[in-house]
């Protein structure tokens, strides 16, 4: 019998990486992806004078079949999550999205710690998200 493997475990979406490859050439989804030091390669150079930004279009689905293994799954939705960070990062939405309250009002009232916290959300947030998940699941809640 012939099982198609689809994984249980689909912590990121290919839809919204090719949507974030739109933007590409600023590194979104590498980001999105956990691809924090190309993503800001990309940032710089403009996803490598666009070379490496249309590279990625075919790159897109090994992308997200290693972000699908290396982060845990769990009932904070990484691509919307990712969709917060990108578009409103700065008002901490994507932080009161994840329970973080104290951080998000801190966001809220500093514009994102006058961007440096985004910056860091960009670097940070799969990690903070698969780690909420990992405590979440020793725990038990």
């Given at each position: 019998?012939?099982?198609?493997?689809?994984?249980s475990?689909?912590?990121?979406?290919?839809?919204?990486?090719?949507?974030?490859?739109?933007?590409g050439?600023?590194?979104?989804?590498?980001?999105?992806?956990g691809?924090?030091?190309?993503?800001?390669?990309?940032f710089?150079?403009?996803?490598?004078?666009?070379?490496?930004?249309?590279?990625?279009?075919?790159?897109?689905?090994?992308?997200?079949?290693?972000?699908?293994?290396?982060?845990?799954?769990?009932?904070?939705?990484?691509s919307?999550?990712?969709?917060l960070?990108?578009?409103?990062?700065?008002?901490?939405?994507?932080?009161?999205?994840?329970?973080?309250?104290?951080?998000g009002?801190?966001?809220?009232?500093?514009?994102?710690?006058?961007?440096?916290?985004?910056?860091?959300?960009?670097?940070t947030?799969?990690?903070?998200?698969?780690?909420?998940?990992?405590?979440?699941?020793?725990?038990?809640?």
């Amino acid at each position: 019998m012939n099982h198609t493997h689809i994984s249980s475990k689909d912590t990121h979406s290919k839809l919204i990486g090719y949507l974030l490859w739109l933007f590409g050439f600023l590194g979104a989804h590498r980001f999105y992806y956990g691809k924090p030091v190309t993503g800001t390669i990309w940032f710089f150079t403009f996803g490598l004078l666009g070379i490496g930004w249309l590279i990625d279009l075919f790159l897109i689905p090994a992308m997200d079949r290693q972000a699908d293994l290396r982060f845990q799954a769990g009932p904070i939705n990484y691509s919307l999550a990712w969709l917060l960070l990108t578009f409103l990062g700065a008002l901490g939405i994507h932080r009161f999205y994840q329970g973080k309250w104290l951080t998000g009002i801190l966001y809220l009232c500093t514009l994102g710690l006058l961007g440096l916290g985004v910056l860091y959300d960009f670097w940070t947030l799969n990690d903070q998200i698969s780690m909420r998940h990992t405590e979440r699941g020793i725990f038990g809640g």
